[in-house]
């Protein structure tokens, strides 16, 4: 199981692109885009955040989740927190996920 899925890809476009013979080159064409970034899914997002555990970072993943909450693979974030927790020998990465979505979804409880 990977533990980072390929999310969407950012395309970083040069800005003499745009400068070449003083006019405008189409974004389409292919070397206009000097690179494809990968970025992580929300869920790998949520994962980074939980795991680093700073209260920033559990902040951050709040507002991912929440705003991610309806589309969110839970399977996925549950088997991948769950081998690296089993890995740790530690569950408290587990128990800040569950007040991350508990938060999310706004339901009542600790804090």
């Known amino acids: 199981m990977p533990l980072l899925r390929l999310g969407s890809r950012l395309r970083l476009m040069s800005a003499s692109a745009f400068l070449r013979r003083g ?8 070397s206009t885009w000097i690179s494809l970034v990968p ?5 790998d997002l949520i994962l ?3 795991l680093a555990g ?6 951050d993943a ?4 929440r705003r ?7 399977r996925y974030i549950d088997a991948t927190l769950d ?7 530690d569950l408290t990465p587990r128990h800040r996920l ?5 938060e999310a979804s706004g339901r009542p409880g600790k804090r």
Not at 23 to 30: F, L
Not at 54 to 59: A, E, I, P, S
Request: net charge negative; charged share 30%.
């Open 23 to 30: 006019r405008s080159v189409s974004a389409s064409h292919p």
């Open 54 to 59: 700073r209260d920033k970072d559990l902040v």
């Open 62 to 65: 709040v507002g991912v989740a």
């Open 98 to 102: 569950d007040e991350v979505l508990r």
């Open 39 to 43: 970025l992580p899914t929300p869920e």
């Open 83 to 89: 081998a690296i927790c089993e890995l740790a020998e």
């Open 68 to 74: 991610h909450l309806s589309t969110l693979d839970h």
């Open 48 to 50: 980074f955040k939980v």
